[in-house]
């Protein structure tokens, strides 16, 4: 502003034109001063998400008058008008700050930015609004826990012989049967976990287990018990007491589906008869002490004639028999497997004729004594039935 000259008086004292003319700037001044003070004083309305409040505010810009009042807003915030915006008298501004919240849409998690406030306005956003079933009310706030949401599907349940197609928001299969009405059993078998997730398409089958009380009697089974017996020789076993199963009833519940068990539960049992055990006698005797032929030498273990004796009680014959045995082949062969009859061509332990009889036993009946008493062993039991009866006839017509 340009101000205009004021004349003063040689004393030093204004004239009256330059008083006036003084007066008028300094109106003038105060004036434009009162002017630009009302230009940026303004009342506004700020919204600030959610949270409204009236305020005496100064500057041009909505940006003016959110920095005003320390209001701080980032590039991902909604601002309405925008901050670049000039404010007017009266005006309202609304801010809604971005914040990440994490949503679940039929199981498929994610975590999004938002500047909604609600249940209903994040809904309106992802463009779900219409038939998606939320965890929440759609009027309450967005809050830290996951929104759960489930959208219209298609799903197919089969039960009691009947196939339903449903239309649902259903959110997970077991919220799925309850819509089609199907009460589940106890022991109800459900093709799909009652928690997963129902998703568009889903085929759920409901198999039926019925429960039937049973009465049945059961097997139970003998044990058998092993008793040292010094009178018998080592590798000998004997049965001295057969055993006998015994038998119980068990009440049970028995699981069926479609007529097949798939399980129980015992509810009771009782023993009818008890099971008698086994004995066997399992020899101790030592091999050098077994009764041989009358003067002959105590059996040594890892002879022939130690192979003898265990064949011999294998075969479920005694010491008894095995002396008239030791008897029989001590007088054909000494129990020598090389033993052999240049006359006869008989060979071997058991003296067979002609000797390769004995290879229906083993291709080594030559030479392996174990061959060769396999062979003599089988030939007086097919024969005579026992050593002894084979040594009694040899002793009556020198030969067997």
Known sequence: MRLPSIALRPDGRWTERGR???????????????????VLHKTVTLDVD???????????????????????????????????????????????????????????????VTTALTVDEILAD??????????????????????????????????????????????????VLLEAGVVLGERDQVSVPLDSVAVDGLAVLVTRVASVTRTETTAMPFEVVREDDPELVVGTEKVAVAGADGSRVVTFVAYEVGGVEIGRTVLAEAVLTAPVNQVVRVGSKPVEAVATAPGGPPVEPGTARAIGLEMTLARGWGEDQFACLDSLWTKESGWRADAHNASSGAHGIPQALP??????????????????????????????????????????????
């Open 50 to 112: 959610g949270e409204v409040t009236t305020v005496s505010a100064f500057g041009r810009t909505v940006e003016d008058v959110l920095a005003g009042h320390g209001v701080a807003v980032s590039g991902d915030d909604l601002v309405a008008p925008a901050p670049a915006s000039l404010v007017a008298d009266d005006a309202e501004i609304v801010v809604r700050h971005a914040r990440e919240v994490v949503i679940e849409v039929d199981g498929e998690r994610s975590t999004i």
């Open 126 to 175: 992802l463009g779900l609004r219409d038939g998606v079933r939320a965890s929440a009310s759609r009027s309450a706030p967005l809050g830290r826990d996951v929104l759960r949401l489930s959208t219209p599907k298609s799903v197919t349940v089969a039960a009691d012989g009947a196939v339903t197609e449903l239309s649902t928001t259903a959110s997970t299969v077991r919220e």
């Open 355 to 400: 000797g390769s009889k004995m290879a229906t036993a083993g291709a080594d009946w030559a030479t392996n004594p174990a061959t060769q008493i396999t062979w003599g062993l089988g030939y007086i039991e097919g024969r005579y039935g026992t050593p002894c009866a084979a040594w009694a006839h040899s002793q009556a017509r020198n030969w067997y």
């Open 20 to 38: 006036l003319a003084a007066q008028a700037v300094v109106l003038a001044m105060v004036v434009g001063g009162t002017s630009a003070f009302a």
